[in-house]
């Protein structure tokens, strides 16, 4: 594992690294305690089917070109419910889930949707647009804290400000468009995005705050109901 860029879902955005972590392949993977309501086998069979659907879309939109996407679990019982991405050493996508967001999941629907949003990020190229969107507004910042006489530490704190309000305000966007492409994905691998999305349900709801880092709820359960819709899933 080289390295682990953001965390996407659910609430924060952290740069950290994954040297530390103990993983498995999904597709190996086994509960050592029968405290689950998806069991192994279905884990096993979400993750294949997610990663094959999220593949032929990455295929298809063709925006970025690994997609080849693995599955891991993070083996830490410790560790909060989270999933996450990152790249392997031949830059292909890695999908990280802690052992408690796959307990925390009422069932399949709601594993493979959250797995499919995770997989939509990469495959809509958020990571690299990410960057680009925090140089950018740091520099707008830059000019303004220039214009208004900021120098040395009131300039820096300024460029800082200018790169978080930047990515933060984007990354509200992204979780949309994630939303969206993986209520697709869902779809196309054979599990029900509506009923997956109820999980939303058991979030803590950001509201609508200016540097919330993610989308309120009920917009995010419209937009599935949306895309559902058109996918001819509801009336
Ligand atoms: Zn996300």
Not at 12 to 35: I, K, T
Not at 37 to 51: N, T
Not at 191 to 210: H, I, M, N, Q, T
Not at 220 to 235: D, F, S
Request: aromatic share 8%; charged share 25%.
């Amino acid at each position: 594992m080289r390295r682990l860029t953001f965390l996407l879902f659910p609430l924060v955005l952290v740069a950290c690294s994954a040297d530390f972590l103990r993983v498995q392949p999904a597709e190996e993977w086994s509960p050592d305690s029968g405290d689950f309501q998806v069991d192994a086998v279905a884990f096993q069979d979400i993750s294949r089917a997610v990663g094959k659907a999220a593949r032929a879309e990455c295929l298809r939109q063709s925006k970025v070109s690994n997609c080849d996407f693995t599955i891991l679990v993070d083996l830490n019982p410790r560790a909060p419910v989270n999933a996450f991405q990152t790249l392997d050493k031949q830059d292909q996508p890695v999908i990280i889930f802690t052992r408690s967001m796959i307990q925390s999941a009422k069932n399949p629907d709601e594993l493979a949707f959250v797995m499919a949003h995770e997989t939509a990020h990469h495959v809509l190229g958020h990571i690299a647009r990410q960057t680009e969107i925090a140089q950018e507004s740091a520099a707008i910042f830059n000019d303004l804290g220039k214009l208004y006489g900021e120098d040395g530490k009131e300039l820096e704190r300024s460029q800082k400000l200018g790169a978080e309000v930047g990515v933060q305000v984007n990354v509200k966007d992204f979780e949309l468009e994630a939303d969206q492409l993986g209520t697709i994905i869902t779809h196309n691998a054979g599990y029900d995005p509506l009923v997956g999305a109820k999980y939303f349900d058991r979030l803590p709801d950001p509201g609508d705050e200016f540097l919330g880092t993610h989308p309120p709820n009920a917009e995010r359960v419209q937009i599935v109901v949306e895309t559902a819709r058109q996918l001819g899933l509801t009336e």
